[in-house]
């Protein structure tokens, strides 16, 4: 017999060596596990504060320390020798930094929505007239933005800045080697910025030349045409019912015309031309609108049951031909420089009607325009129709109206 023993399985286990080519699994340390925390609580702490969350240079820190917490991670996981694992970690922290983070930061940051800027530069009206002189060769920018008119203003004073934030709270205007600021809240509900002082001047800009005379202008705006008159029609209330186990009912109330009155579906606080204020009911019921119509029904089959409709009211309309729909003027408005001139004439909403997207024809607009000497004799009166161009004083002035109700007149420079 042998005297050899088996070798006992914890001895043999205990001695065996591990060979050259025996890989064993990083088991992360409390040192890498501490940068992590450290990295990832530091970028939070950013991205919480909203001070640090707008900071540009804020944001670079918090992405190197999010990508310092990835590359440990890396280093922890991956099963290789020390060389391998700071490889692997610095690529994906680089992975990380360039391609992901700016996701990241797109989302904190989404960028603003832009919109088209569009409006006109005067100079300020020191004397309190109702001229507005425009402001030529000005060039308009967004501030704190690289962003630009397009052009320069011309000589109405007009500029249109593209893509601009629709955020923006301020425009710069340069002219004349100095930078203006437009803050558009002082401008509530116009396009019109009167910043320029009058003395700002510059000589190249040619309405700085005055007139051989002055001239006070007065300015009456008549618009007609077609338009809708609208009124509101109430009806009575709707009821049905039905007892129980006897069967279903329905009643079905719907806009209808009124004489020469016809329904106002374009009306966007009715569905169809009809609406109602509440309803109730009880038991196996459904109160329902569309096309114009609301639809009551009720069901006995699990007893009686009832609906009631309340405040039901119809829009009507009916289309008024060649009325009246708004007149404005303006008097003694001065008119001083060469160039370009303009009065802003108040037409109002009480036009709005004639302006409807629904009206068949446009409205018709009839402008005088009467220029009166500094004594008040009268110098010239012309008639515009529509917003074409027309002469006045022997040909000297230009005069045109837009839709906006803005009354311009260039003089022709000698």
């Known amino acids: 017999m042998s005297n050899e023993q088996p070798p006992q399985r914890g001895a043999h286990a205990s001695s065996r060596e591990p060979s050259q080519g025996d890989v064993r699994a990083y088991r992360p340390n409390v040192a890498a596990f501490a940068v992590f925390l450290v990295a ?17 240079l804020a944001q670079v820190f918090a992405g190197v320390m999010m990508a310092l917490a990835v590359s440990v991670i890396l280093f922890s996981v991956v099963p290789s020798k020390a ?10 922290a680089a992975l990380f930094y360039f391609l992901l983070w700016p996701q990241v930061e797109k989302a904190i940051h989404p960028p603003p929505s832009t919109t088209t800027l569009h409006g006109s530069l005067y100079f300020i009206n020191a004397a309190s007239d109702l001229g507005l002189r425009p402001v030529q060769g000005a060039e308009i920018g967004v501030a704190n933005t690289s962003l630009k008119s397009s052009q320069k ?14 955020d923006a709270k301020e425009l710069e205007a ?10 558009l809240s002082k401008f509530p509900n116009t396009t019109r910025y009167a910043v320029i002082p009058v003395a700002a001047a510059v000589h190249t800009d ?24 609208r009124k509101t029609l109430t009806l009575p209330d709707a009821h049905v019912s039905v007892p129980a186990g006897n069967g279903n009912a329905r009643q079905r109330v719907c806009a209808q015309p009124q004489g020469d009155f ?8 009715f569905r169809g031309g009809i609406r109602f204020l509440n309803s109730t009911g009880n038991g196996y019921h459904s109160v329902s609108v569309s096309d114009g119509c609301i639809d009551l029904y009720v069901d006995g089959r699990a007893g009686s049951a009832n609906a009631t409709v309340q405040g039901i009211s119809v829009a009507l309309k009916r289309l008024v031909k060649d009325g009246e729909c708004g007149s404005a003027q303006v008097t003694d408005a001065r008119v001083s420089y060469a160039g370009v001139t303009q009065v802003p004439i108040a037409i109002g909403s009480n036009i709005s009607a004639c302006l409807s997207p629904d009206v068949p024809s446009q409205p018709k607009w009839t402008t005088t325009v009467r220029f009166k000497s500094q004594n ?13 161009q027309s002469r006045a004083l022997n040909g000297a002035a230009d005069v045109w109206m837009n839709s906006s109700g803005l009354l311009t007149i260039a003089f022709k420079r000698s």
């Open 376 to 388: 008040g004799s009268l110098a010239d009166q012309i008639t515009l129709q529509g917003f074409d």
């Open 83 to 92: 060389p391998v694992r700071a490889a692997v970690g610095l690529g994906g």
């Open 262 to 269: 016809i329904v106002d579906s374009t009306n966007k606080e």
């Open 206 to 229: 040619p309405s700085a030349v005055e007139l051989p005379q002055a001239y006070l202008v007065d300015a009456t705006v008549e618009i007609s045409g077609s338009y809708w008159e």
């Open 40 to 56: 990832v609580g530091v970028s939070i702490f950013v991205l919480v504060f909203q001070d640090l969350r707008n900071n540009a």
């Open 153 to 166: 203003t011309d000589e109405t004073g007009e500029f249109t800045v593209l893509d601009a934030p629709s």
């Open 174 to 183: 340069y002219y004349g080697g100095q930078m203006y600021v437009i803050q």
